[in-house]
């Protein structure tokens, strides 16, 4: 069965083709950057066996992008189909499920209408991953989809860990902590526990998904037992231009003093704090880095306050977990940046974790970090979200789904 996955963002597109008949790994990948040039998208495309094509295309619609895009895999340096139409499953990664989408379903009408519902719970993303659904189904309309929810891990938290105290009516409205990144928590968590050879559900992990947006998760008998990001993806650790957690005070301070409206403060804890509003320099960990090791004492103190966050964060889910037996580094900053590993595993001596100094640098494979006496695994492990919602749409839709 071959299936498409399609991992719409706010300023990129993703996918990627499997077919797991013939191996785990996609038989093509693909990206549009809609950043980089103003009116134009870029692309690159990759075959398994190494084959590439980039090209730039003069267009700000979305759907010509994505067309564009999947004319690659038949019409390109590329190739690996001779038809569209051999494509059996389009998956699409949807950031919000809300309380109604607690696991991977196959995208109807009523699905559509519930994606777009949360809109305002997730601004930069659902309207994306909508957008990616209609698209495809102009494209290939008579081809089922599924939408893998990134909230959906996180739907058994218990109700002492996803409820706020606030008035008991928040719970009437749905307002509660459904965490994120949950495609990617799920899958590290598992691949923990088979380079373990343990089962997923006898170990107590955290998993530490560190990119533009950062959240960790709790994982308890192989479920999210708690998480960072909360009832919008702005809630938990620091971030590359979100602020995380803060004192929703100040929040009342800026609107009351300095008569900041709803969508300015929505664009200063969005796009203008984290290491961008610290640093002055970026949002991107690398850059900071760099502005930090050329004496930028305002890069350092963001440095500082990301690893401080993190350990505060962990030490916060110890509590719940009682006890742990692996802790896990995954996305853009957490799969790259050894110094960050190893300042986010200082003297954790009570949980008897020590780090292996001859393993801390970076690897294209998955791997275990800590020493062998080291009580706590610690992995840094790739993150593979386009596989995850890959193997969902095959348990939906199953091997005999074809539309031939």
Known sequence: MKILVLNAGSSSHKAALFDFSVGQEPLWRSQLDW???AGAVELEAEA???REHQATLETQDKTEGIRWMLDTLVDSPVQILQDLSEIQAIGHRVVHGGRDYQQSTQITPAVKEAIKQLFPLAPSHNPANLQGIEAMEAILPLVSQVAVFDTAFHSQMPAAASTYPGPYDWVKQGIQRYGF??????????????????????????TCHLGNGCSLAA???????????????????????????????????????????ADELDTLLNKASGL????????????????????????QLAYDMFIHSLRRNIGAMLGNLGGLDALVFTAGIGE?????????????????????????????????????????????????????????????????????
Not at 181 to 206: F, N, P, T, W
Not at 223 to 244: C, E, N, Q, Y
Request: with cysteine; aromatic share 4%.
């Open 35 to 37: 950043t980089h040039r």
């Open 48 to 50: 398994a066996d190494g």
């Open 181 to 206: 990144h949950g495609i990617s928590h799920r899958y590290v968590a598992q691949r923990a526990a088979e380079l373990m050879h343990r089962d997923l559900a006898d170990l107590k992990i955290i």
């Open 219 to 261: 994982v308890r008998n192989g479920v999210s037992a708690d998480t960072t990001m909360g009832f919008t993806p702005l809630d938990g650790l620091m971030m590359g231009s979100r602020s995380g957690s803060v004192d929703p005070g100040i929040v009342i301070y800026l609107a009351r003093h300095d008569h900041l409206s």
């Open 276 to 299: 961008k509003g610290i640093s002055g320099v970026s949002n991107d960990m690398r850059q900071v880095r760099e502005a930090a090791d050329s004496g930028s004492d305002r890069a």
């Open 336 to 404: 790259n940046s050894p110094d960050i590993w190893q300042a986010t595993c200082q003297n954790w001596d009570f949980l008897e974790l020590s780090l292996n100094e001859e393993t801390l640098h970076r690897s294209k494979t998955d791997q275990d970090i800590a020493t062998l006496e080291s009580q706590v695994r610690v992995f840094v492990i790739h993150t593979h979200e386009e596989w995850a919602i890959a193997q969902d749409c095959l348990k939906i839709l199953g091997e005999d789904s074809s539309h031939h």
